[in-house]
């Protein structure tokens, strides 16, 4: 198997067969082999059911200094709510920006995202106003700005909504993915 793979592996196991395997890591495989492999969301779900000593091991093992400060972020939320739920893997345009430099962006965001959901569009004050289809990005002239092509109809949760809130919004709306923002609409993560 690969690493990506076997940490996939990892967290579809039951809990307590996970919890078996991961007391027989070090807090450095742990991140190696488990953390470095997943989206923040499932990461952040794996440390959680760790020690409370062994989280913070796991946490200072973490190179990455972004992924470090993601990861004790949604430790920090609240269990079953939005917050807990989301993973900080996305990707934001901001509405000012030509599709030339949209693209551009979206290349380096991609890099640590293993599936793009949607491309979400945020202000200069990185407040969540809308979406943009990439369809529509390939079929748009270059030097036209995303603020004359998205689309500013968006359904979102705040980190504090309950998990059986998201569950019954995504429902409703037949949504795969639901952005997360705080309380001044700022974009913050995503749940699938």
């Excluded at 893997?89 to 979206?106: A, P, Q, T």
Aim: proline share 2%; hydrophobic share 40%; glycine share 2%.
């Amino acid at each position: 198997f690969s690493e990506e793979l076997s940490a996939e592996i990892l967290i579809e196991l039951e809990e307590d067969l996970r919890e078996k395997l991961l007391d027989n890591l070090s807090s450095k495989e742990i991140v190696e082999d488990v953390i470095d492999n997943l989206d923040s969301d499932d990461a952040a779900d794996v440390i959680q059911e760790l020690p409370e000593k062994k989280q913070k091991e796991v946490l200072s093992n973490i190179s990455n200094p972004k992924q470090a400060r993601d990861l004790a972020d949604l430790l920090s939320y609240r269990a079953s709510s939005a917050g807990a739920l989301m993973a900080k893997e996305l990707i934001k345009v901001e509405e000012g920006w030509s599709i030339l430099r949209c693209v551009s962006e979206m290349r380096q965001q991609a890099k640590n995202i293993h599936q793009v959901y949607t491309i979400y569009v945020v202000n200069k004050t990185k407040k969540l106003i809308g979406t943009v289809s990439l369809k529509k990005l390939l079929l748009t002239p270059e030097k036209t700005f995303i603020s004359e092509i998205y689309e500013k109809k968006i359904i979102s949760v705040q980190t504090s909504t309950s998990a059986e809130e998201v569950s019954i919004i995504m429902n409703k709306y037949n949504l795969i993915v639901l952005p997360v923002v705080n309380r001044h609409d700022e974009l913050l993560g995503r749940i699938t």
